[in-house]
Nanobody
Framework: QVQLQESGPGLVKPSQTLSLTCTVS??????????WAWIRQPPGKGLEWMGS???????YYSPFLKSRTSISRDTSKNQFTLKLSSVTPEDTAVYYC??????WGQGTQVTVSS
């Protein structure tokens, strides 16, 4: 079973860039056919897929967030990272990383506020 752990600041100011890292253990982010994702859940709303990075490093983004989202990886650390630019209070949410075989991190609360 793969374990995932999100890390990053819990408070970000409006207009800044949110940056979160997902550290993976129990499996490699380069394992063939594995896709790694960032998903968020704003308060009182449903889950929203933000984007994914594949085992080969290809990236895929939600069309609603594509202009502000970047996902990258560090294979030496077995980590992948989310950057969301120009944040507003509407980006306040619990952010999860997951592998598309069903394992998720516990989630991390990010609040956008001045």
């Amino acid at each position: 079973q793969v374990q995932l752990q999100e890390s990053g600041p819990g408070l970000v100011k409006p207009s800044q860039t949110l940056s979160l890292t997902c550290t993976v253990s129990g499996g490699s982010i380069t394992t063939n056919s594995y896709y790694w994702a960032w998903i968020r859940q704003p308060p009182g709303k449903g889950l929203e897929w933000m984007g994914s990075i594949s085992y080969s490093g290809s990236t895929y983004y939600s069309p609603f967030l594509k202009s502000r989202t970047s996902i990258s990886r560090d294979t030496s650390k077995n980590q992948f990272t989310l950057k969301l630019s120009s944040v507003t209070p509407e980006d306040t949410a619990v952010y999860y990383c997951a592998v598309l075989t069903g394992d998720w991190g516990q989630g991390t609360q990010v609040t956008v506020s001045s």
